[in-house]
């Protein structure tokens, strides 16, 4: 396994103020990127890029203040980098796990709304920059919990039952239907889209939740969970390693192409889930 070098290239990556994530940002900065990084927080974005300065030395580390789980918010991103010129590499790395239903400001499960939309909805808005600094990847961190998961798709945000594991597994199963489906869109182009599992990182994941989840994920943390820095090995593979620089619709572990859930691989999900996401973020009428 070698990591390239970025020296040239931009790289934008949601969810970078935290977790592997952060340490994504951290080595890609490192490899000489001019680093595009989407957070929620200004004050934590502000803390990272000065971390990731003081530890690199790249001072070109630019910032996107926005709440992914707003559609409008998404459009806004888009609009910046798109203003910015070329994108080389994008890393859809935000996501996470709400114990109780919620919804996003455009009225959509939390879940469905940051863990998937958001990457299929900046990452369509985004192909144009990407075709212009192609050779271009597409990094999605999806999740081994998409392995026992299926897509309700009578009722993908909730609405009727809803369980936090259930709508988590299904955002992370999304992920590599997307992944998939957006491969295949890009046969013959020089954009490649790939889906990584981090494995189970000790990390901030989940304890935005009631005290209750934070000690559980904590407790579970502690008895099996590997660091940040191992946790970030694959997405920092597959956004610079020239190893992968052709690999399109795969899903790595540990830094290996890896067999999906069954599920995953059905192609009638992949363009149904692709047509109803369209239609949920206002794609479909862009198009």
Known sequence: MKNGSMTGKTVLI????????????????????TM??????REKAEATRAWIKDQTGNSRVDLIIADLSSLAQVGDVAKQVTSRGALNVLVNNVGAIFQRRAESADGIEMTFALNHLAPFFLTNLLLDSLNRGAPSRVVTVS???HVRAIMNFDDLEGKKRYRAWAAYG??????????????RRLDGSATTANALHPGFVASEFGKNN????QV???????????????GALT?????????????????????????SSPGSRDQQSMRRLWETSAKMTGLAARN
């Open 216 to 230: 559980v994920m904590s407790i579970a943390q502690r008895l099996g969970a590997i660091g940040v820095e191992e």
């Open 210 to 213: 009631g005290r209750f989840m």
């Open 36 to 41: 595009i990084l989407v957070a929620r927080s």
């Open 14 to 33: 949601t969810g970078a103020t935290a977790g592997i994530g952060r340490v994504t940002a951290r080595e890609l900065a490192a490899a000489g990127a």
């Open 235 to 259: 997405s920092i593979y597959l956004a610079s390693s020239m190893e992968v620089e052709r690999a399109t619709g795969k899903y790595f572990v540990k830094c290996q192409p890896h067999d």
């Open 143 to 145: 999740s081994d919990a």
């Open 170 to 183: 299904q955002s992370k199963l999304a992920n590599l239907l997307f992944t998939y489906e957006l491969a």
